[in-house]
T-cell receptor
Framework: GAVVSQHPSWVICKSGTSVKIECRSL??????MFWYRQFPKQSLMLMAT?????????EQGVEKDKFLINHASLTLSTLTVTSAHPEDSSFYIC????????????FGQGTRLTVV | DAKTTQPPSMDCAEGRAANLPCNHS???????VYWYRQIHSQGPQYIIH???NNETNEMASLIITEDRKSSTLILPHATLRDTAVYYC??????????????FGTGTKLQVIP
């Protein structure tokens, strides 16, 4: 299957700082990528849809000024958690949709963010 | 997207078939049934998908009822590495491939030695 790579796999940051997470589709071009967060023992919650060359679409209740999404190319989307706080600690997962193949969604390995 | 209902947990003996049910009684005619699984602390992994015919690949089989209101994912010979949370999702797939993938609570499958 297709490969989607996330970086970093884990990160620890101080409260008040910003953290950038990258999501790359390695062997296909993805006009659409999704960002999720997952708290322990819970399901994945969709945060936003990232569209190449346009503004991201955020789900209800997700602060767009706090979770900045940039999809500058067909193979890269970034999520920046700004002014991070301990409650932002979570598992963040990206997904890229492979068009022309039934719209299958392929997922990155996730990024564990811990804010101290 | 139509909602799905799955049992929260199941056990299966190693080497036996694991049959994971999913109800999607409000599925629309153009919605596909997708299955993903998530092993602890990893991203979800695509397993299989189908529209109305039964499907089989190297990982699993997907059985969809004739009325499409439910489906069953079958892992023919479960191994310990199949222990994971399995998610059943229904979604429209258009030519551009854009469609949100929204997760329910899934079924936690525990394969027992």
């Amino acid at each position: 299957g297709a490969v989607v790579s996330q970086h970093p796999s884990w990160v620890i940051c101080k409260s008040g700082t910003s953290v950038k997470i990258e999501c790359r589709s390695l062997d296909f071009q993805a006009t659409t990528m999704f960002w999720y967060r997952q708290f322990p023992k819970q399901s994945l919650m969709l945060m936003a849809t990232s569209n190449e060359g346009s503004k991201a679409t955020y789900e209800q209740g997700v602060e767009k000024d706090k979770f900045l999404i940039n999809h500058a190319s067909l193979t890269l989307s970034t999520l920046t958690v700004t002014s991070a706080h301990p409650e932002d600690s979570s598992f963040y997962i990206c997904s890229a949709v492979k068009p022309l193949q039934g719209g299958e969604a392929f997922f990155g390995q996730g990024t564990r963010l811990t804010v101290v | 997207d139509a909602k799905t209902t799955q049992p929260p947990s199941m056990d299966c003996a190693e080497g036996r078939a694991a049959n994971l049910p999913c109800n999607h009684s409000t599925i629309s005619g153009n919605e596909y049934v997708y299955w993903y699984r998530q092993i602890h602390s990893q991203g979800p992994q695509y397993i299989i998908h189908g529209l109305k015919n039964n499907e089989t690949n190297e990982m699993a089989s997907l059985i969809i009822t004739e009325d499409r209101k439910s489906s069953t994912l079958i892992l023919p010979h479960a191994t310990l590495r199949d222990t994971a949370v399995y998610y059943c999702i229904v979604r429209v797939v258009n030519s551009g491939g854009y469609q949100k993938v929204t997760f329910g609570t899934g079924t936690k499958l525990q394969v027992i030695p």
